[in-house]
C-alpha cells in the first residue's frame, strides 16, 4: 500500500457513504491515487462499525444521544471528538494518513487536526456550514453561544493549511472574517453525478397545451 499520498475524512453531521459531498470528495480523491479512510457516526442503514465501499475504508461510531439544547450540543460534540480521536489513531497505525481533511459542523476538529500537526500532517478545513449565521437564524440572538462560534469558527481557519468553500461567498468568509490566505482557498462545489442523467426529447403532453418558456433557438 502506498501510504505517501493518504488522506483521513472527518465528519460528524452524517455517516458514509450517505453523505453525498463527502462521498464524491472521497471518490475524486480514491480516483487520483489516495489512500482514503472515513470516520463518520453510524446512521439508519449505516451501523456497521467497519465497512469497506468501493475500496474506502470507513470507521463509525455511535452516537447515543439526539442534541437538543447548549447541554445536548456538547454532549454529543464531545463523543464524536473523542471518539473521532480514537478511530483516527487506528487509521494512523493501521492504513497511515498524511493529511486530516474535517468537514464541518462541528467547528472543532480543528482540536484534533492540531494535534496531528505536531506529527507532521497536514490539516484542511471543508467548510460546508456557516454556523454562526444559522444559529443567529435559528435563536434570533447573537449571545455567548453566537460568539463562541465565532472563535471556534476563526481557529479553525487558523489551524488549517488549507480551506474549502462550497461557493464564493464562503470563501469570502475564510478570507475575510478567518484571515485565510488568497492562495490557500478553494471552491469544491457540490453536483449530482452527470453520468447518471440521460438527455431525452421533450414531451409535449407535458406542457398541457402551454408555451415552451425557453424555447431552443
Known amino acids: 500500500m502506498d501510504r505517501s499520498k493518504s488522506v483521513l475524512i472527518l465528519v460528524e453531521n452524517l455517516p458514509s457513504p450517505f453523505d453525498r459531498r463527502v462521498w464524491q470528495e472521497a471518490t ?7 489512500v482514503v479512510s472515513i470516520i463518520c457516526p453510524t446512521g439508519r442503514g449505516y451501523e456497521g462499525k467497519f465497512d469497506v465501499v468501493d475500496g474506502i475504508h470507513i470507521y463509525r461510531y455511535n452516537l447515543p444521544i439526539e442534541a437538543e439544547g447548549a447541554i445536548g450540543y456538547a454532549l454529543e460534540y464531545g463523543i464524536a471528538l473523542f471518539w473521532s480521536f480514537v478511530l483516527a489513531w487506528r487509521v494512523l497505525l493501521t492504513r497511515g494518513f498524511d493529511a486530516i481533511h474535517a468537514c464541518n ?14 506529527m ?18 435559528k435563536f434570533g440572538r447573537r449571545d455567548f453561544f453566537y460568539r463562541l462560534m465565532l472563535k471556534l469558527e476563526r481557529w479553525s481557519f487558523r489551524t488549517a493549511d488549507v480551506s474549502l468553500a462550497t461557493n ?6 475564510a ?12 471552491i469544491v462545489r457540490s453536483g449530482p453525478r452527470l453520468e447518471r442523467f440521460n438527455r431525452v426529447p421533450a414531451d409535449p403532453a407535458c406542457r398541457r397545451g402551454r408555451r415552451d418558456p425557453f424555447p431552443v433557438r
Not at 475524486?28 to 489516495?34: F, K, M, Q
Open 28 to 34: 475524486a480523491l480514491r480516483d487520483a491515487g489516495y
Open 105 to 118: 459542523p462541528p467547528d472543532l476538529f480543528f482540536l484534533i487536526g492540531g494535534f496531528f500537526k505536531l
Open 120 to 137: 507532521g500532517k497536514r490539516f484542511l478545513f471543508d467548510h460546508h456550514d456557516i454556523n454562526p449565521e444559522l444559529y443567529e437564524a
Open 168 to 173: 464564493e461567498s464562503y470563501r469570502r468568509i
Open 175 to 186: 478570507i475575510e472574517r478567518g484571515h485565510k490566505k488568497d492562495d490557500d482557498c478553494f
